[in-house]
């Protein structure tokens, strides 16, 4: 089963609670959804196609995979290419972590590959934000991330209403997992006040308290 891979890279993670360390980028191409804040480009034109044994030669030849904090598989949506997935991960488990980011509503997909996942970054998508509906979708894939270590990444802009951090704060409260709060950022910096960001805080904290505010710091220095 082949895929295709739109960029292979050696950068730092610029979110979430593992921010600093890192990583080797495998961007998938293709995703489910279509959330409007997305900075992802999804051409396929200029991506390469590679069976499991091709790209895992390749990461092993071009990169000593020990200096890596882990391997992120991001995109698109990784859990998109699941069956290529099954049969590239066993090739490159144990030589270091793997870091799935993903945006939590293809649960069924994670369920094949879950063995092999040390990490998930996954989004809860706000409709405020992105225009869809998801909710179900996420409660569906969180109650399949059992024994992985996960948080939640919540992407948000000055549109976020009362009922969405109830939902949130519901939902990660319900599978005990992190959650992260990301300003929307647009190409001068965050959408949102300093101000804002930190009533948002708030209002999160008051309902639950595993909570941090995280912008995207690979923005901020100038990294890929």
């Known amino acids: 089963m082949n895929t295709k891979v739109k960029e292979i890279f050696a950068s730092i993670q610029g979110e979430g609670p593992v921010v600093g360390y890192k990583q080797l980028f495998i961007r998938f191409c293709d995703c489910n959804l279509r959330c409007r804040y997305c900075d992802t480009d999804f ?16 990461i092993t030849t071009d990169y000593d995979l020990e200096t ?6 991001t995109g698109g949506e990784p859990l998109l290419s699941v069956a290529f997935l099954q ?9 270091t972590k793997i870091y799935l980011e993903t945006n939590a509503t293809l649960g069924e997909n994670l369920e094949k590959i879950k063995g092999y996942i040390d990490i998930i970054s996954a989004d809860i998508k706000l ?16 109650d399949k991330c059992t024994n992985i270590d996960t948080f ?7 549109n976020i209403t009362e009922k969405e951090i109830k939902d949130c704060t519901d939902l ?6 992190e959650l992260i709060l990301q300003p929307k950022m647009t190409s001068s910096g965050m959408s949102v006040s300093s101000n804002f960001c930190s009533s948002i805080l708030d209002k999160f904290i008051m309902r639950y308290p ?3 505010l995280i912008p995207q710091v690979h923005k901020f220095i100038g990294v890929q």
């Open 43 to 58: 051409n396929i034109n200029d991506s390469l196609e590679y069976s499991p044994a091709q790209l895992f030669e390749k």
């Open 68 to 73: 890596f904090h882990s391997i992120s598989l």
């Open 87 to 95: 049969e590239f991960l066993p090739l490159v488990y144990g030589k």
């Open 127 to 142: 409709e405020s934000s992105t225009g869809l509906n998801t909710m179900e979708l996420h409660k569906n894939f969180f």
């Open 152 to 158: 939640a990444k919540v992407v948000f802009d000055e």
């Open 172 to 177: 990660a409260q319900q599978f005990d997992v």
């Open 210 to 212: 595993k909570v941090r």
